[in-house]
């Protein structure tokens, strides 16, 4: 079981004041609402399910395991660089890289340790493990992070309410421990991701010529 301190850790580190930027990313949202693919509060927990259970949400768990299983700096090298080649677009490159440059730099600031600026869920794998903080617990709230996030940019891109926006959250929390639960159990060679429209919203977002997100 997880400690009161290691729970209150992970709230600090993937709470929205943790600033690692996140809100400036949409993950392609920004092109799936202008393109009609999503367009209200069902549409965007829809577009969600998927990217959690068949695009980055899997495979950002996995690669989250893995640097928390990592023995040694060159595994953590070779899991960064396949992180770094999974990415389908250079503006998905640019959200895991300077999210995860972000997160190592004020935690390492705070908790002196060893933490170089890794992609995103490599860092934070990596932080958890030389923080001792449970790995499942780990991939979880990260998940539900990234949702949250993605839920905020629905509110106001689509637009919806705070109340369907929050519905749309509560509906995917148990798909996010699920998912996380699921992916922490498998390897690098279990990397896949068949959430293409995700994918190519990204590469589209970046030649769209109205944008509020970087991504």
Not at 35 to 54: E, F, K, N, Q, Y
Not at 125 to 135: C, E, N, S, T
Request: proline residues 5%; aromatic residues 8%; negative net charge.
């Amino acid at each position: 079981m997880a400690t009161d301190a290691q729970i209150l850790k992970l709230v600090q580190w993937l709470s929205p004041a943790y600033p690692v930027g996140a809100f400036a990313y949409s993950h392609g949202l920004e092109w799936a609402v202008q393109s009609g693919a999503v367009t209200d509060a069902a549409s965007l927990r829809d577009w969600l399910a998927d990217l959690l259970d068949h695009g980055a949400g899997r495979t950002d768990s996995i690669l989250l395991a893995a640097a928390h299983n990592a023995p040694d700096a060159a595994a953590l090298a070779m899991i960064d660089a396949t992180a770094r080649a999974f990415q389908p677009s250079a503006e998905r490159l640019v959200e895991t890289t300077a999210q995860g440059a972000a997160f190592a730099q004020i935690t390492a600031a705070i908790w002196p340790a060893d933490l170089p600026g890794y992609t995103y869920p490599v860092a934070l794998g990596r932080a958890a493990r030389l923080h001792d903080l449970p790995l499942v617990l780990t991939a979880r709230m990260y998940l539900h992070a990234f949702t949250s996030n993605l839920v905020s940019a629905g509110i106001r891109l689509i637009p919806i309410g705070q109340t369907e926006g929050q519905t749309v959250l509560t509906a995917l929390t148990p798909l996010c421990a699920e998912v996380a639960e699921a992916a922490t159990a498998l390897t690098l060679d279990d990397l896949a991701s068949t959430a293409f429209l995700a994918d190519i919203a990204s590469m589209n977002h970046e030649t769209q010529y109205s944008r509020l997100f970087r991504t």
